[in-house]
T-cell receptor
């Protein structure tokens, strides 16, 4: 089956710093989503991005489907950005998740 | 527009018991899928329902089952609970057949088996 790898596994930043999270996937996929899991466990949809680039405030994402990777950029990080970021690809009508990047932002 | 609603939020059960979790999708969404999250295995797909039919099933034992009603609400059931079933169970809804904006998740049900 499709493998989804995320890097880095852990990231510690000071408030105001920028960061790039990476997601590699092993085969062609129908779509790709980035999620932020908050401390209460809910997965918040950040981007639906099967290809191209999207921006939403301080966050932006780029997916290069032909090279099988996606990047999530977080600029001017805030403490509220802390949590786990998941990349998930859709294949055979289900989502396959990566293992996540745990981000901690300190004031 | 209301989001995906899961009930209950927390549940404590004893080994051997059974449990039923509920998920109400976003209005107009006809697809509901379930995922289990554990520290060891991460997020894993359980099953997906569309128009009351199970279309896809993950690699879980038969103790895990589900169903979908005509109003698209879904329930999942776990029988003969084991300690390893302790997990966060997440439900997601999505549209089908129209412009796909991906999956939207509920807040989850945290199940503890003691």
């Amino acid at each position: 089956g499709i493998q989804v790898e995320q890097s880095p596994p852990d990231l510690i930043l000071q408030e105001g710093a920028n960061s790039t999270l990476r997601c590699n996937f092993s085969d062609s996929v129908n779509n790709l989503q980035w999620f932020h899991q908050n401390p209460w466990g809910q997965l918040i949809n950040l981007f639906y991005i099967p290809s191209g680039t999207k921006q939403n405030g301080r966050l932006s994402a780029t997916t290069v489907a032909t090279e099988r990777y996606s990047l999530l950029y977080i600029s001017s990080s805030q403490t509220t950005d802390s949590g786990v970021y998941f990349c998930a690809v859709e294949a055979s009508d289900k989502l396959i998740f990566g293992t996540g990047t745990r981000l901690q932002v300190f004031p | 527009k209301a989001g995906v609603t899961q009930t209950p939020r927390y549940l404590i059960k004893t080994r051997g018991q059974q449990v039923t979790l509920s998920c109400s999708p976003i209005s107009g969404h006809r697809s509901v899928s379930w995922y289990q999250q554990t520290p060891g295995q991460g997020l894993q797909f359980l099953f997906e329902y569309f128009s009351e039919t199970q279309r896809n099933k993950g690699n879980f034992p038969g103790r895990f089952s589900g169903r979908q009603f005509s109003n698209s609400r879904s329930e999942m059931n776990v029988s003969t609970l084991e300690l390893g079933d302790s997990a966060l169970y997440l439900c997601a809804s999505s549209q089908w057949g129209v412009a796909n904006y991906g999956y939207t998740f509920g807040s989850g049900t945290r199940l503890t088996v003691v």
